[in-house]
């Protein structure tokens, strides 16, 4: 009984929250309006070397 108490108390997990907030005005932002504008748009930010590695 003491066992499966501790088994049911590493499976409950507290809250997480991950928040990003950008520093660039919304303005200044490349607008994208179609699938090719964002195509464009990592391809040319991200590193053609190291792509397959990100997700």
Not at 22 to 35: F, G, I, M, N, T
Request: hydrophobic share 35%; no cysteine; aromatic share 8%.
């Amino acid at each position: 009984m003491e066992e499966s108490m501790k088994s049911i108390a590493l499976n409950q997990v507290a809250e997480v929250e991950l928040r990003y907030k950008s520093k660039v005005k919304a303005s200044e932002r490349p607008k994208v309006s179609h699938s090719r504008d964002a195509y464009i748009i990592f391809k040319n930010t991200w590193d053609e070397n190291k792509i397959e590695l990100q997700e």
